[in-house]
């Protein structure tokens, strides 16, 4: 295992770095917020009116899988429970057998090839289903969205894997907001931007390890078994993208817990057999620590609601949030919030949501290369 002293000398070198980026995460993630912008420009240019003009839909099916998942899963989270309009999400080929001319399919990847993709936009078209496609410029997508006439986000070719969900999650927001199913100031993707740049400027990588969130995390992590505790459920579609990155780019195991729902679980492992329970001792040797540590790291988001006066047992997910840190204290499991520098207050939920991406996304990329793993693969 890669030690913190050696990892915090891999962090602190750029030159390092780059060697041990071949595919250019560090670049990519840094720049979410352009590709935000970016992404919004060429929506605007794709002619969603070809199917927003028709009005609101029955329902909203997105084909994706991974970060087009995740997409998805972020826009039911901001429409909710009393959204007007079902949104689903299924992985591809099939459409669900309910589909059809009153429904939209929106097929979102970042390379628009695949089984998965193409042939779901030739079925939605076969049906009737009016399509949206997200994905690589030129690519079978794109030829099948052209044969319908259906407008399509063309990525360009710089977009990295595993860094795009927000040229995703970009054209999904503006033809929510074109349905009238979100209003503008929830969808704000220039405030998304703003927010991505801000967390690129604190946690770059030529700042350096000791005034970097994302890189003391990451060492934090190098020795951790990490627990995620998200309020409601769109800080779970984000938890969920953050649990997935770790795995992917770093190797590393992640559980995440749903508050409220999931709180007694949460409290459960926390207070567990695999929690210290005894006060941590800064100058023990660390030799003889067996394993891997808790660490809780949470993932807020204020706007989330409680669970309503008719529930036996009403709790909100920021109580819930408050009964897992309580526990987590009690057991002296450290923890780590994302993004919680600087001054959110009164941004868009969905701007404070995208700063703990944002950061999640560098402390992963960082940890991946402190181990060195992406030249392993």
């Known amino acids: 295992m890669t030690s913190p002293e050696l990892a915090e000398e891999v962090l602190d070198d750029p030159q390092l770095l780059r060697a041990r980026d071949p595919r250019g995460l560090l670049p990519a993630v840094a720049g979410a917020g352009a590709q935000v912008r970016e992404t919004a420009a060429l929506t605007a240019e794709a002619g969603l009116g070809r199917v927003t003009d028709a009005g609101r839909p029955r329902g909203l099916v997105v084909v994706g899988r991974r970060e087009g998942a995740v997409a998805a899963a972020v826009l039911r989270a901001l429409l909710g429970p009393a959204s007007p309009v079902t949104v689903d999400l299924v992985p591809g080929p099939q459409l669900p ?13 970042r390379t628009g090839a695949g089984h998965y993709a193409v042939a779901p ?52 927001l503006r033809l929510a907001t074109d349905l009238g199913l979100l209003s503008a100031e929830v969808a704000d993707t220039g405030a998304v931007a703003d927010a991505l740049d801000t967390v690129a400027a604190d946690c770059g990588p030529v700042v350096p390890t000791y005034a970097n969130p994302a890189k003391v995390l990451a060492l934090e992590l190098l020795e951790a078994l990490p627990v995620i505790a998200a309020e409601g459920p769109l800080a779970a579609a984000a938890a969920g993208r953050v649990a997935d990155q770790l795995a992917t780019l770093a190797g590393l195991p992640v559980t995440s817990f749903r508050l409220p729902d999931q709180r007694v679980a949460a409290t459960a492992v926390l207070g567990g057999p695999l929690a210290p329970g005894e006060a941590d001792d800064f100058f023990r040797d660390r ?14 988001d204020g706007g989330s609601g409680g669970d309503g006066p008719g529930e036996r047992d009403p709790r909100s997910a920021s109580e819930a949030l408050r009964e897992v840190l309580r526990t987590a204290t009690e057991r002296n499991v450290p923890v780590s919030g994302l993004a919680e520098q600087g001054d959110t207050e009164g941004a868009p939920r969905l701007a404070r949501v995208a700063r703990q991406l944002a950061a999640a996304d560098f402390t992963a990329v960082y940890l991946a290369l402190a181990l060195d793993a992406e030249r392993a693969r």
């Open 97 to 109: 057998v309910w589909m059809g001319a009153s429904d939209v399919a929106v097929v979102a990847t």
């Open 121 to 172: 936009a030739y079925e939605a078209a076969r049906r009737g289903v009016a399509v949206v496609g997200i994905g690589a410029e030129g690519a079978p997508l794109h030829a099948a969205c052209a044969s319908s006439r259906s407008p399509y986000v063309p990525l360009p070719p710089t977009r990295v894997q595993h860094t795009t969900l927000w040229s995703l999650l970009t054209p999904m």
């Open 287 to 300: 030799t003889d620590d067996e394993g891997r540590r808790l660490r809780l790291i949470t993932v807020r």
